[in-house]
């Protein structure tokens, strides 16, 4: 719950309301009351109150700096009316008057002249102060969001308060992570028990794992469980375009952390501003990010000498770029790994998020898990809301199994694409090259098992798709297992060969994933006879952010290169006979199962099982 923000009359805050009162009652008493209590003098122009006295109708003036008051004669016992006109500079005007027998006077000054005068040079520069003033009230003043606190920590502070914490209930998936940080927990709960025999507990926890993972939420189940204040921030609220910011806001960051001791900091993002400071950029430079880096190293070495119980926790998906001084014992000095789930894990998320919606009576969340390898804690929450929303969207009152079957489709290929038609030779082309993938997928080992083949246009590209999923959770392949892949990415390829003795571009996404896997069999597993157990692979790839993209360039001599590219052409080759040796052994039913795909558009389940179990194998 965050902390409610007391707003205390700053000096600055409390002048302003001064000047502005000051400015107020000026306007008031010279110009609002004078026009509204005032006499009302009609007013005349110039030429007409010369005219009137040149014909004798005035009978006395008074003349001031900003304003000519005069009274006409009187007639039949009734006073004249009095008037007033706007003076201008006219040399000719006391001789007018005294040609004319008009008595003329100078307006007496007003008694609170001085007043007048030095309010005249003290309110102009009263009014723009208390503008100012009225400004810097606009962006926050001294708060959390004014121009005068840019150098203030902009972390969001959460207390143990009515609404309901997060604990360790609340993470799931993460069991050896939680057990790590249940000695964090215990620390801040009981920290007698481990000073009074010289333990010294971690200053810096840092909590290490792909994007998804629950890294944030495991930190505040940390300070949930421990019943400590716990402040927020990410590693990018700390970089500013002035320089100095940065390292202004960690000190303050760290000032409030000792203030509320004890209690956990949690910076997301660490890679924001804890890049390591000799890779590119400023070499012993001074900017922004590197100074910011430096406070953030300082604090963590000083603040606990002053005896406050402060426990810095970090989440980052990247800690390979991370400087070495941040790892160094003494400050992030152990690491949690937040992984992916298992099998176990995934079933137990599913059952935490499942429990916001209506579920029925088929649901098997264990088979769900089961279909989702790889998937992190982020995209079983997202499944969980698609299935929601396609029950909602389809009329029916609870979450059925097929809406979590089509949500895992629509997260792994994509959304169905009905507008999208395809002329006859398309689809009979996208047909036999769906049932190509399947019939070879069928049979090779380390693929998973093939639950659908569908010809409806999914995602952006996608004419077709066919859905292989695991059986169970692997972590290892051997060779034969990624020549398998490699020939099931061929598949649909060979099956365009072998029926229309022709090639399109639809294999174009299976050749790239098919030549990386090669590629990296030989460069990355030493999976190559002929180049040994080396690795040819530069550069430092993101430990979690391994998308399945090209490997960079490598190294090693002109012969090398060579020999890589023929390992690669080799291991892509012979998988490619081994899909054409398939399918031409079962053709007939190729034809088969092609025929009732361009029938139904899909097929899957026990049809689909029945039917693959007929596939021969190529005898060698």
Not at 121 to 134: C, D, E, G, K
Not at 293 to 315: H, K, P
Request: net charge negative; charged share 25%; aromatic share 6%.
């Amino acid at each position: 719950m965050p902390i409610k923000e007391q707003r205390t009359p700053t000096p600055s805050r409390v002048i302003g309301n001064i000047l502005l009162a000051i400015s107020a009652l000026f306007l008031i008493t010279n110009f609002i009351l004078p026009f509204v209590l005032g006499p009302q003098i009609p007013g005349v122009p110039y030429s007409l109150f010369i005219h009137q006295v040149e014909a004798g109708e005035v009978e006395r003036v008074q003349v001031g700096q900003n304003q000519i008051k005069f009274q006409l004669k009187t007639v039949d016992n009734e006073p004249g009316t009095v008037f007033s006109t706007t003076p201008i500079f006219d040399l000719g005007l006391p001789k007018l008057l005294e040609e004319k027998g008009v008595e003329f006077a100078a307006a007496p000054p007003p008694k609170n002249a001085w007043f007048t005068s030095l309010l005249g040079w003290v309110i102009p520069p009263l009014i723009f102060v208390a503008i100012w003033q009225f400004f810097l009230r606009r962006g926050g003043g001294g708060g959390p969001q004014g121009v005068l606190s840019i150098g203030k920590s902009k972390a969001k502070v959460y207390v143990e308060g009515e609404s309901a914490k997060t604990t360790f209930a609340d993470v799931a998936g993460v069991q050896e992570a939680k057990a790590e940080l249940v000695e964090i927990v215990d620390f801040l709960k009981t920290p007698g028990r481990y000073t009074e025999i010289g333990a010294r507990i971690p200053k810096g926890v840092l909590l290490v794992g792909p994007p998804g993972t629950g890294k944030t939420l495991l930190a505040k189940a940390v300070a949930g469980e421990a019943g400590v204040p716990f402040f927020s921030i990410s590693g990018s609220e700390f970089v500013e375009l002035f320089v100095g910011v940065g390292s202004s806001r960690v000190r303050d960051l760290f000032e409030q952390a000792k203030k509320q001791a004890p209690c956990i900091v949690f910076i997301d993002e660490l890679d924001a501003i804890g890049k390591s400071r000799s890779s590119g950029g400023f070499y012993g430079g001074n900017d922004e990010r590197e100074q910011t880096l430096n406070q953030l190293l300082a604090e963590m070495d000083g603040f606990s000498a002053e005896g406050a119980t402060v426990i810095v926790l970090a989440a980052t998906n990247r800690p390979e770029v991370l400087d070495p001084a941040l790892l160094r014992p003494g400050r992030f000095d152990r690491q949690v790994l937040v992984d992916r789930p298992d099998l176990s894990g995934r079933e137990a998320i599913l059952k935490i998020h499942a429990q916001k919606v209506k579920l029925g009576e088929d649901v098997n969340l264990k088979a769900i898990a089961t279909r989702t390898p790889g998937f992190a804690g982020a995209d079983l929450a997202n499944l969980v809301n698609e299935a929601a929303l396609l029950a909602a969207r389809n009329q029916r009152s609870n979450v059925a199994q097929e809406d979590f079957a089509e949500a895992i489709e629509r997260v792994v290929a994509g959304l169905e694409k009905k507008s999208r038609v395809l002329n006859d030779k398309e689809k009979k082309i996208v047909a036999y090259h769906e049932v190509g993938h399947a019939l070879v997928g069928s049979l090779m080992g380390g693929s998973g098992r093939v639950e659908k083949i569908s010809i409806v246009p999914r995602g952006m590209a996608a004419l077709g798709y066919t859905l292989q999923l695991p059986t169970e959770d692997r972590f290892l392949m051997d060779e034969a297992e990624l020549r398998g892949q490699i020939a099931t990415l061929l598949g649909g390829r060979s099956a365009e060969e072998i029926v229309f003795n022709s090639i399109t571009t639809g294999a174009t996404n299976d050749l790239q994933r098919a030549t990386d896997l090669a590629e990296r069999m030989v460069t990355t597993y030493g999976m190559s006879k002929v180049l040994g157990p080396l690795a040819y692979q530069q550069g430092q790839q993101a430990m979690f952010l391994d998308n399945g993209a090209p490997n960079p360039r490598r190294i090693g001599s002109e012969e090398t290169a060579q020999a890589i590219d023929r390992e690669v052409k080799e291991i892509v080759e012979t998988a490619h006979q081994q899909a054409l040796d398939t399918l031409k052994l079962n053709r007939d039913l190729l034809e088969e199962i092609a025929t009732q795909l361009l029938e139904t558009e899909v097929i899957e389940g026990e049809k689909l099982h029945s039917l693959l179990k007929q596939v021969q194998t190529v005898n060698n």
